[in-house]
């Protein structure tokens, strides 16, 4: 029963995982830009939760409508002023750039906040379960994790097929060039990419400090778990994205059922092992 | 005037006047140890450290187009390759530099091709990843301390030499012959048949490709070559360190970031780039320590607005202003009669 529990914790955590790698893969499509401070992003959003928790005195959830656009602004702005001029044929520029943000992200968390681990306290919803029989009981936080990532994917899909600005970004994606002979203002759609990446960040960032103690250098293996997510996924596949946090989220609650030296380090493996087995993922619909 | 009037050149007279007075500056540098004290003697230990470690993702990254943000995999390799060789197998540690290297290029011509499977950031990202497998793998190895690390044994430290002045004394020179040694490596690849090879690849894959030029192989050459030599810096890193522990062995931002950081202000792409940079990371190092975060915060801003501002750094500001090079790559036409 305890593997079984194992799996299912997994599944969940993979929702985490999910959300972490959705903001990541939605950016990838749009613009081709991988952005290396998306996990610092993950836990800025996280930190600033936690002061307007602290300042206003109300619950993490509340806190994520006013943490949200917030972020979703930062995003707006970020792409418009600085990782927009970076676009173009070179890689180097934009990695670089967002690499530089991430030091200066970590290191300005660390110069406000110091070193000491953060939890935002959620109440008792961070304990609730509904119990499942035979000794198996879910979380309400995780499960309430894993559909917050299930309502953001499902969101994203149809807001692609849908709406204008999924068309835009459909339209970018496929040759961002001819888009913009279209009369579409490519700054303005790869800001909007970053604003609704940023907002997934944003509530990314809140469940993370809600489930788990943060500091300001919790960041790049929030990157690298979302990026796990999107490879083992597939690139270009919101869907698979899920699949891929998923695998990742039970690879690692198995391991840690074994030893939790090795949780970490299972993911990785698994993460090699696809790549070496289905290098394109599990789901894929785009080269890199 | 026919063609054989003209002679094609590398070497300009600044390059010749720049080698001859490097021929000084390196015969000043080895005799550091009667000149300067022993704090300073440890400080330009570090400085060619971080030279060839700059030298090398240079090479990497700004020639080959592999931007790693994982060289800190092979940084920890070679530290522990020389703690594990000298603690377990009883190699002298100074002959246990060489094993680290032989190690470094051995798990990277494994290691590469997976990696290369993944294109542009993503490959960056993925040799992070690498990284991490190591740095948690080596704090599974009780062997060698866990995660907490471990410190080279006394008897193993004096066995290098038996006084400490002696001691930092060979421990210096061969960081200087390490640095000085990578840094000609680089430059001696960038002159040869691979270098021009390079060059083509990073102007057009395609062309380069229908000239012949086989890209995957050249590019793992060099992804396994800098994975020795940078494991090489390891194992010297951590010997004048005596101690190593998983988290400083992987660290990505003492062995990558500040390294980007180098090359990217010094002028990415460029030889002397790196040298400037390490150079102006040290002095900032110097006098600005005290600042601690907003020191790194400050760095990382520098960066990101010289590369947006000015992509090929200090030195190709300095360079394409006085048109002035120090290390000759590139070959340029000279009239017979002015030589």
Same mark, same amino acid.
Request: net charge neutral; charged share 10%; no cysteine.
């Given at each position: 029963m305890d593997w079984l529990n194992a799996v299912l914790q997994g599944v969940l955590l993979g929702g985490l995982y999910a959300l972490f790698a959705a903001g990541l893969s939605l950016i990838f499509g749009v613009m081709r830009l991988v952005n290396v401070a998306h996990g610092d992003l993950v836990v800025l959003g996280a930190y600033l939760a936690l002061v307007v928790v602290q300042t206003l005195g109300i619950g993490p959830f509340p806190a994520a409508l006013i943490v949200v656009p917030l972020m979703a602004g930062f995003g707006y702005a970020l792409q418009r002023?600085?990782?927009?001029?970076?676009?173009?044929?070179?890689?180097?520029?934009?990695?670089?750039?967002?690499?530089?943000?991430?030091?200066?992200?970590?290191?300005?968390?660390?110069?406000?906040?110091?070193?000491?681990?953060?939890?935002?306290?959620?109440?008792?919803?961070?304990?609730?379960?509904?119990?499942?029989?035979?000794?198996?009981?879910?979380?309400?936080?995780?499960?309430?994790?894993?559909?917050?990532?299930?309502?953001?994917?499902?969101?994203?899909?149809?807001?692609?097929?849908?709406?204008?600005?999924?068309?835009?970004?459909?339209?970018?994606?496929?040759?961002?060039?001819?888009?913009?002979?279209?009369?579409?203002?490519?700054?303005?759609?790869?800001?909007?990419?970053?604003?609704?990446?940023?907002?997934?960040?944003?509530?990314?960032?809140?469940?993370?400090?809600?489930?788990?103690?943060?500091?300001?250098?919790?960041?790049?293996?929030?990157?690298?778990?979302?990026?796990?997510?999107?490879?083992?996924?597939?690139?270009?596949?919101?869907?698979?994205?899920?699949?891929?946090?998923?695998?990742?989220?039970?690879?690692?609650?198995?391991?840690?059922?074994?030893?939790?030296?090795?949780?970490?380090?299972?993911?990785?493996?698994?993460?090699?092992?696809?790549?070496?087995?289905?290098?394109?993922?599990?789901?894929?619909?785009?080269?890199? | 005037m026919s063609i054989s009037a003209h002679a094609v050149e590398r070497a300009t007279r600044t390059s010749r006047l720049a080698g001859i007075a490097s021929l000084f500056i390196v015969a000043a540098l080895i005799a550091a140890p009667w000149w300067a004290g022993r704090a300073n003697l440890r400080l330009l230990g570090e400085i060619y450290s971080f030279l060839a470690l700059a030298s090398l993702w240079n090479l990497l990254a700004g020639y080959t187009g592999l931007v790693s943000v994982g060289q800190q995999a092979f940084v920890g390799l070679g530290g522990y390759t020389l703690f594990a060789a000298a603690m377990v197998l009883g190699v002298p540690p100074l002959l246990a530099i060489v094993l680290a290297g032989i190690a470094g290029a051995l798990v990277a011509l494994p290691l590469a091709p997976l990696l290369f499977r993944l294109q542009g950031a993503y490959f960056a990202i993925g040799t992070w990843v690498a990284a991490e497998?190591?740095?948690? #793998?080596?704090?599974?190895?009780? %062997?060698?301390?866990?995660?907490?690390?471990?410190? *080279?044994?006394? @008897? &193993? +430290? $004096?066995?290098?030499?038996? #006084?400490?002045?002696?001691?930092? %004394?060979?421990?210096?020179?061969?960081?200087?012959? *390490?640095?000085? @040694? &990578? +840094? $000609?490596?680089?430059?001696?690849?960038?002159?040869?048949?691979?270098?021009?090879?390079?060059?083509?690849?990073?102007?057009?894959?395609?062309?380069?490709?229908?000239?012949?030029?086989?890209?995957?192989?050249?590019?793992?050459?060099?992804?396994?070559?800098?994975?020795?030599?940078?494991?090489?810096?390891?194992?010297?890193?951590?010997?004048?360190?005596?101690?190593?522990?998983?988290?400083?062995?992987?660290?990505?931002?003492?062995?990558?970031?500040?390294?980007?950081?180098?090359?990217?202000?010094?002028g990415i792409g460029t030889i002397e780039g790196p040298l400037v940079g390490t150079l102006l990371f040290f002095l900032l190092r110097e006098t600005l320590a005290d600042l601690g975060t907003v020191y790194l915060m400050l760095l990382g801003a520098v960066a990101v607005s010289v590369m947006l501002k000015a992509p090929k750094g200090l030195w190709g500001l300095f360079s394409s202003a006085t048109g002035i090079t120090l290390f000759p790559i590139r070959r340029h036409v000279v009239p017979a009669n002015t030589r």
């Open positions: 002023l600085l990782l927009n001029v970076t676009l173009g044929k070179d890689l180097l520029p934009p990695l670089l750039v967002t690499f530089g943000l991430s030091v200066i992200i970590q290191n300005g968390l660390l110069t406000l906040f110091s070193a000491d681990s953060q939890r935002l306290p959620a109440g008792p919803i961070e304990t609730a379960s509904i119990g499942l029989g035979n000794g198996i009981g879910v979380g309400v936080l995780p499960l309430l994790m894993f559909a917050a990532a299930v309502t953001v994917i499902a969101g994203l899909e149809l807001l692609f097929a849908r709406t204008s600005l999924g068309r835009a970004f459909r339209a970018t994606s496929d040759d961002a060039e001819i888009a913009q002979l279209m009369g579409l203002d490519n700054r303005h759609v790869f800001a909007m990419a970053m604003a609704l990446s940023a907002a997934i960040v944003a509530l990314a960032g809140i469940f993370l400090a809600v489930r788990a103690n943060f500091d300001p250098a919790s960041g790049p293996s929030r990157l690298i778990f979302g990026f796990e997510a999107v490879i083992i996924g597939g690139l270009g596949s919101l869907w698979g994205t899920l699949a891929g946090g998923i695998v990742l989220g039970i690879a690692q609650a198995l391991a840690a059922q074994i030893d939790p030296g090795f949780q970490i380090l299972a993911g990785h493996l698994v993460f090699f092992l696809i790549l070496t087995l289905r290098p394109r993922g599990l789901f894929p619909r785009m080269d890199g | 497998v190591f740095r948690l #793998t080596f704090a599974q190895i009780s %062997m060698l301390g866990g995660g907490s690390g471990t410190s *080279l044994p006394a @008897g &193993i +430290v $004096t066995g290098i030499a038996a #006084t400490r002045n002696l001691r930092d %004394m060979i421990v210096y020179w061969h960081a200087l012959g *390490l640095g000085l @040694g &990578i +840094v $000609t490596a680089v430059y001696m690849i960038l002159r040869s048949r691979t270098g021009l090879a390079l060059t083509a690849i990073r102007d057009s894959e395609t062309a380069a490709e229908s000239l012949g030029i086989d890209i995957g192989r050249t590019k793992l050459a060099i992804y396994v070559l800098t994975a020795g030599l940078t494991a090489m810096t390891g194992a010297l890193i951590f010997l004048q360190k005596l101690r190593i522990s998983p988290d400083a062995a992987f660290s990505v931002n003492d062995w990558t970031a500040y390294v980007i950081f180098m090359v990217v202000i010094g």
